[in-house]
């Protein structure tokens, strides 16, 4: 059964914003080319439809990509220092250290180790952006498992594995689906990264630095919603993931 309060309510909310958004903009007397209103986007959607459906599938593609080798490694990573204290206390400084570089200064490194190689570098910065707060989450949901549970389990003679599948790994559910909600975004944003730095990228951000350079607000603002709008896409999925595989962790009402 479809749960229409959860859908009215989203949209409204979008509604009611941009309602403010256009009065905003007509209070304030701000012509187009200042700032554009909700009123102008639609009109620029139009005019650069091609593209946005052509961008908008390479930016989907490379971020869904970079995200999913972010859980895989993220996932591992989290386990081995999960599993370990050792190896939690040698690589958690490496990671909060790496994951303090601003990216942004990472972006023309890549691109001159991998001249010409747009995709993967991409891919490369979306995985590298997205990837530590999965291992984070990993890390910590299997480092505070109640030894209780695990002791009981072994006393009745079952493995190590047979711990980490029953206990371990369900336990770190909810805090893996959290993490990967944050790191949705993040994924986005290393993606757009590189479609704005690079000289030769493609994608909704390559659009918004074309827009930013002719001075064309309706469609740098366009391109921001239409990136907006995948962003809450892919959320999504990832809530209909957690309420397959840890719906039992998830509040009713929520």
Do not use: C
Not at 3 to 11: F, T
Not at 22 to 34: H, I, Q, S, T
Not at 50 to 69: C, S
């Amino acid at each position: 059964m479809i749960d229409w309060k959860k859908i009215l309510v989203p949209v409204a909310a979008v509604v009611v914003l941009l309602l403010l958004w256009e009065l905003l903009v007509w209070a304030m007397g701000w012509p187009d080319y200042k700032m554009a209103s909700p009123s102008d986007l639609w009109p620029a959607f139009l005019r650069y439809q091609n593209l946005f459906w052509l961008y908008g599938w390479q930016t989907l593609w490379r971020t869904v990509v970079g995200l999913g080798v972010a859980v895989v490694f993220g996932t591992l990573l989290g386990m081995v220092m999960g599993l370990s204290k050792t190896m939690n206390d040698a690589l958690y400084p490496l990671l909060v250290g790496f994951n303090a570089i601003p990216k942004a200064t990472v972006v023309p490194v890549i691109a001159l180790m991998f001249v010409g190689q747009h995709d993967f570098n991409t891919i490369l910065m979306a995985f590298m952006i997205s990837f530590f707060p999965i291992a984070v989450s990993v890390a910590i949901g299997l480092s505070t498992l109640e030894p209780e549970y695990r002791d009981i389990l072994r006393s009745l003679g079952a493995s190590r594995m047979t711990v980490f599948w029953k206990i371990a790994l369900p336990k770190t559910l909810p805090e893996f689906f959290g993490a990967l909600k944050v790191a949705v975004t993040l994924a986005f944003i290393g993606t757009n990264l590189v479609e704005i730095i690079t000289p030769h990228g493609r994608g909704l951000g390559h659009l918004f630095q074309s827009a930013q350079t002719n001075s064309d607000f309706p469609l740098m603002f366009a391109v921001l919603i239409a990136l907006a709008a995948l962003g809450i896409m892919l959320y999504y999925a990832i809530v209909a993931l957690e309420r397959i595989f840890a719906g039992w962790a998830v509040r009713p009402g929520h």
